[in-house]
T-cell receptor
Framework: GDSVTQMEGPVTLSEEAFLTINCTYTATGYPSLFWYVQYPGEGLQLLLKATKADDKGSNKGFEATYRKETTSFHLEKGSVQVSDSAVYFCALSEAGGGADGLTFGKGTHLIIQP | SQTIHQWPATLVQPVGSPLSLECTVEGTSNPNLYWYRQAAGRGLQLLFYSVGIGQISSEVPQNLSASRPQDRQFILSSKKLLLSDSGFYLC????????????FGNGTRLTVT
């Protein structure tokens, strides 16, 4: 079946550092890929998405490129802020998966220190 | 624009008591609806999903049930809560189309004492 693997953390960085959160996936077909962010005590918010190979999703300074050859969708940001502290989830959706939602990774807890 | 409302935000219930969590979506028709649970420090577990009124699919056998009495209303229930039911419950919706993202509510923090 489909699966998503991401580092669980916590990942601790200093403000203005470069961020990479790795995400790799296993899928039988050609999925769409997503990154979600969850701030403390809140629901998940869609951060960015990509629907085909070499697409780059971007939002709020975050970027991720759909790499079919390496089955990866790593999240990057050039200069993180304390307000970026949150849990980040990588997820995929396959058309053949029916209506049963997305397949999520276990989430990466990011802590940014001032 | 579409919005999703989930309530209550927090709930403390004794073991053995009933549960009812409600979720409604506005601004869209015939959405797919979902209930997820997030245990402390862990990932997301899909509990139920629904593609239409009265149509419920269960992913994990457990002490919980779901119902969809109206197109944009999704209810999570239990007759008798267990300690293990504690967690953060998230409702979500998506359009009924392949590759669609999920849109989440703000969640309900349930503590069973």
């Amino acid at each position: 079946g489909d699966s998503v693997t991401q580092m669980e953390g916590p990942v601790t960085l200093s403000e203005e550092a470069f961020l990479t959160i790795n995400c790799t996936y296993t899928a039988t077909g050609y999925p769409s890929l997503f990154w979600y962010v969850q701030y403390p005590g809140e629901g998940l918010q869609l951060l960015l998405k990509a629907t085909k190979a070499d697409d780059k999703g971007s939002n709020k300074g975050f970027e991720a490129t759909y790499r079919k050859e390496t089955t990866s969708f790593h999240l990057e940001k050039g200069s993180v802020q304390v307000s970026d502290s949150a849990v980040y989830f990588c997820a995929l959706s396959e058309a053949g998966g029916g209506a049963d939602g997305l397949t999520f990774g276990k989430g990466t807890h990011l802590i940014i220190q001032p | 624009s579409q919005t999703i409302h989930q309530w209550p935000a927090t709930l403390v219930q004794p073991v053995g008591s009933p549960l009812s969590l409600e979720c409604t979506v506005e601004g869209t028709s015939n959405p797919n609806l979902y209930w997820y649970r997030q245990a402390a420090g862990r990932g997301l577990q899909l509990l139920f999903y629904s593609v239409g009124i009265g149509q419920i699919s269960s992913e994990v056998p457990q002490n919980l049930s779901a119902s969809r009495p109206q197109d944009r209303q999704f209810i999570l229930s239990s007759k008798k809560l267990l300690l293990s039911d504690s967690g953060f419950y998230l409702c979500a919706w998506s359009v009924s189309r392949a590759y669609s993202p999920l849109h989440f509510g703000n969640g309900t923090r349930l503590t069973v004492t």
